[in-house]
């Protein structure tokens, strides 16, 4: 989650993709429309992407779509992704929600952040600072939701930066997949006025279907 904001370190240019993007969780094979205004990584986007990926060792990628306006690419965009334990599970809404639900209201510890911290060190090559709390924002039909103001910085460059983070959870023909979007905000409101994309983002998920 709070790993993704290393993307926002990098200078990028965005260049627009194709609308559609294919993905598969275990066996299931998804596809998905892109929002109305957010391109797929490419060229240097891509690299960065990789890098992010990679700085999270507990959920595997499988999108990440920015703004397609460039000056603004890293700081408003969103990325799909999965935790590994979940990726052989097959689950319902419900059974996600109810067991997942009552985790989501205590927010993470500082222990995860220091974690979080530390693995974008690694990935980036230099001491990075990771500060803010992920928590709960309830559910609907189809999302857990989660959400964070979420502040890093990186010392040696002078380099700091703040996000707000929108998070749905759902389970799309059994298989879980989050939905994140970061953009710029500082409070609670603007954690909340995120959730609306994530939503409209899972329900553009679908499975492909076998010819």
Request: aromatic letters at 6%; proline letters at 4%.
């Amino acid at each position: 989650m709070k790993l993704i904001l290393i993307a926002g370190l990098f200078a990028a240019i965005a260049t627009p993709a194709a609308a559609q993007h294919r993905f598969r969780v275990g066996t299931v094979e998804f596809t998905t429309a892109l929002p109305a205004g957010y391109c797929a990584a490419d060229g240097r986007n891509a690299a960065v992407a990789q890098m992010v990926a990679a700085a999270d060792n507990r959920n595997v990628t499988h999108l990440t779509t920015l703004s397609c306006d460039a000056d603004v690419a890293w700081k408003d965009y969103f990325i799909l992704k999965t935790p590994n334990e979940l990726l052989a599970v097959s689950t319902s809404t419900t059974e996600l929600q109810q067991a997942v639900g009552p985790v989501l209201k205590a927010a993470q510890s500082g222990g995860e952040n220091e974690e979080a911290s530390k693995s974008v060190s690694r990935t980036m090559g230099s001491p990075v600072q990771i500060k803010g709390e992920v928590r709960g924002y309830g559910q609907d039909a189809h999302c857990l939701y989660l959400g964070a103001v979420l502040d890093m910085a990186v010392p040696e460059k002078g380099v700091s930066y703040t996000l707000a983070m929108s998070g749905c959870m759902t389970v799309v023909s059994g298989k879980v997949v989050t939905i994140y979007r970061y953009a710029p905000g500082t409070t609670d409101a603007d954690i909340r006025a995120l959730m609306p994309s994530v939503l409209a983002f899972a329900k553009a998920i679908t499975p492909v279907v076998a010819n």
